[in-house]
């Protein structure tokens, strides 16, 4: 809640418009007239505040003071506006029930307070995003009640969705779902598991009196407007007034009870449902062989194998296809850590250990200047993944560092580097955090996907001059030298995998991710 838009844009106006005199009024006052003051808030050079008025380029706070002050126009703007509008309906229609502004998620904290003063109901619309995995509602309860301290009063959500995109127009052709907000899923089933959780979370909240699905029918393809070009599947039913089925079923099922819910919280199941396809635990087709810090392993669909005296974890990595084997790169582990308040990203130098720990598993002890970093790997007859996860960092530094996260590294071999793409969804706010690269041939991808949804992971994988395959786990802590921090045994693990490239160009996840 940090925004000073109102400020910025009454800032670019001429200098004779009303906003831009209120402005420059409330920064001369909140300065009490010292303009010295606040070019040192702001990094300016202003003779007085007369002068600020014919700025048109609005100026970045460089200090607490700054956006205090900018602060108090937005809080000015907001009291009068609030104020202003419910006067006048009041005035008409003394009974009449303001219901505020429907903030779109969040809004500056003096505009959120003033809504409380005057509003019988603060609306907001959230469109957040749900954990699959285990049915949370990812960040609602906390940004609700903020929004209730903030204001004070009881809150309606007037707009929430996650549109599906297994959703087709009018023509049989997919539903784009390329604008518009919400978490995308794939299909409506995920839709209607959306749905009870958020509609569940909502009247689970005291403050909360109501909730407004958006919306009744899908936007078309072509989107609602040139000028509004929303075409995403929001609605119950498509343009041709077909249900969807699955999560007509979930509103008829959940809303009758929104009373209950609200009076008395149900008990939620918290245990975490692995995302990736299940696969034997026994250890036959699985090849583990090791020769000192050299050794392979080999599955009836990967081969992975060590055999540089590099610092990565496997120098190829290989999907069986109908040619043979297929490299497509190599993998390993990358530390972050801060030192004397510098960034250092530091893949390791060498391994300096491997052991099996069961029939499928290896551990790698694997060392740079900076960090000794353990990793367990998992393997699968016939799964086109294995798995991955830092276990413990040891510092290997002369001084205290900040452990900041470790990384997963898959990368694609590097006499195609210069021409492989990675993976985009498509679609904004995908329901799925995976990164891939995919190959400029059109016919397999590698890529990276988390056990489970995990707000300590992130996973982006882009390019610049060289490849980025940012499976991130977040730490942030402090390390003094030769101190180690231990992951929990619970730690999720990453899944590495090679796949095709299926016919709509996408990684083809079958065989990686659990049926729906």
Known sequence: MA??????????????????????????????????????????????????????????????????????????????????????????????????????????????????????????????????????????KEHLDEMALRTGRPLFVTEWGFPGLDAVDTKGLPLPCTQGAGMRVDT?????????????????????????????????????????????????????DRPYVPLVHAATEVNPTVAAIHTNPPTFETKAKDWLKPYPMDAAGVSIRIDGTRYSVETRQLRLTKDASSGLAFDHISLRTDRGWTDLGTYGPVIWVQVQGQNVWEGPSRVEAVETTGPRDLRLTLSGALARTTLE????????????????????APGPVSLRGTYQYPL????????????KPGVPNYWLPIGAWMSPHGDFALGALAQRDDPVFTITFWRDTSLHADFLRTLNIDLAPTHTWHANPDEPWAAIFLTKIDKSGKPDLTGVLAAP
């Open 3 to 140: 925004s000073h838009g109102v400020a910025d844009e009454a800032w670019r106006l001429p200098k004779e418009r009303s906003a831009k005199v209120a402005l420059v009024d409330a920064l001369r006052a909140y300065y009490s007239g010292d303009v010295s003051r606040f070019n040192q808030d702001f990094g300016s050079s202003f003779a007085d505040f007369d002068a600020l008025l014919a700025s048109a380029t609005p100026l970045p706070p460089k200090t607490d003071g700054g956006q205090k002050a900018l602060m108090s126009f937005v809080r000015l703007a907001a009291d009068r506006y609030f104020a202003t509008a419910t006067q006048a309906i009041r005035a008409e229609d003394p009974n009449h029930l303001i219901l505020g502004c429907r903030f779109a998620y969040d809004a500056p904290v003096p505009a959120v307070e003033a809504a409380g003063k005057t509003c019988d109901v603060v609306t907001v619309n959230i469109y957040p995003r749900v954990n699959l995995s285990t049915g949370a509602v990812l960040g609602l």
């Open 188 to 240: 409506q089933a995920q839709r209607a598991e959306c749905f009870r959780a958020m509609q569940t979370a909502l009247f689970d909240h005291p403050n909360v009196i109501g909730s407004s699905f958006f919306m009744y029918a899908d936007e078309p393809a072509l989107g609602l407007s040139k000028s509004f070009p929303e075409n995403s599947n929001y609605g119950l039913v498509s343009e041709t």
């Open 377 to 396: 790997l998992r393997f699968f007859a016939d799964a086109p993944y294995f798995l991955a996860r830092v276990v413990s960092v040891q510092s290997t």
């Open 412 to 423: 694609w071999r590097a006499d195609e580097a210069a021409t492989v793409q990675p993976y």
